[in-house]
């Protein structure tokens, strides 16, 4: 197969589900996923960095874009992940993780997706009692995070926030 066929099998999905480590860590784990770039989107300020972004100025999310095989895991099963991977009932937070920058939102690549994204959204809501409060937008621009973002569950694993949250997070989703 040559690089231009490999690169045709792959799409993207961009997920905001609180603190892009949490997002990464969940998809990094899912066979089929090629690649997870933490990073930002939905907002006004291009190139945003990490304190502009936690600022809650700049209107972006932290998300996660994932480069996946179609033919191995679809969309809607990354779907059907990220509604079990984070809380979609609470308004800009995860856990302790507070502000406009932890919203929960689908950023949608193609009109396919933004269908796809609203069933699953309708689907999902019958596992919650609270309304299900996530957005879905088309992405407009995604701006990838600074590179000590990267893989962060990965390379730092005795980190505190690493043990007492993305550590959970996995064993509760029977990932770790």
Same mark, same amino acid.
């Given at each position: 197969?040559?690089?231009?066929?490999?690169?045709?099998?792959?799409? $993207?999905?961009?997920?905001?589900?609180?603190?892009?480590?949490?997002?990464? =860590?969940?998809?990094?784990?899912?066979?089929?996923?090629?690649?997870?770039?933490?990073?930002?989107?939905?907002? *006004?300020?291009? %190139?945003?960095?990490?304190? /502009?972004?936690?600022?809650?100025?700049?209107? *972006?999310?932290?998300?996660?874009? &994932?480069?996946?095989? !179609?033919?191995?895991?679809?969309?809607?099963?990354?779907?059907?992940?990220?509604? @079990?991977? +984070?809380? !979609?009932?609470? $308004? %800009?937070? /995860?856990?302790?993780?507070?502000?406009? @920058?932890?919203?929960? =939102? &689908?950023?949608? *690549?193609?009109?396919? @997706?933004?269908?796809?994204?609203?069933?699953?959204? =309708?689907?999902?809501?019958? @596992?919650?009692?609270?309304? #299900?409060?996530?957005? #879905?937008?088309?992405?407009?621009?995604?701006?990838?995070?600074?590179?000590? +973002? /990267?893989?962060?569950?990965? %390379? +730092?694993?005795?980190?505190?926030?690493? $043990?007492?949250? #993305?550590?959970?997070?996995?064993?509760?989703? %029977?990932?770790?």
């Amino acid at each position: 197969m040559t690089g231009g066929d490999e690169m045709k099998k792959k799409e $993207l999905a961009t997920f905001a589900g609180g603190c892009f480590w949490c997002v990464e =860590a969940v998809c990094e784990r899912v066979p089929g996923v090629a690649s997870v770039v933490s990073g930002y989107a939905g907002g *006004h300020v291009d %190139n945003p960095t990490y304190e /502009q972004v936690c600022s809650g100025t700049t209107g *972006h999310a932290e998300v996660a874009q &994932i480069a996946f095989d !179609p033919e191995v895991v679809s969309y809607e099963d990354l779907l059907r992940l990220f509604w @079990q991977a +984070h809380d !979609p009932t609470t $308004l %800009n937070r /995860q856990g302790s993780d507070v502000g406009t @920058q932890y919203r929960s =939102a &689908i950023f949608t *690549h193609s009109e396919e @997706q933004r269908v796809a994204a609203e069933r699953s959204r =309708a689907d999902a809501q019958k @596992q919650f009692a609270d309304p #299900i409060v996530t957005e #879905i937008l088309p992405l407009g621009r995604f701006f990838p995070a600074e590179d000590y +973002h /990267q893989d962060y569950y990965r %390379n +730092h694993t005795a980190a505190p926030y690493c $043990l007492f949250v #993305i550590r959970p997070k996995l064993k509760k989703l %029977n990932m770790d």
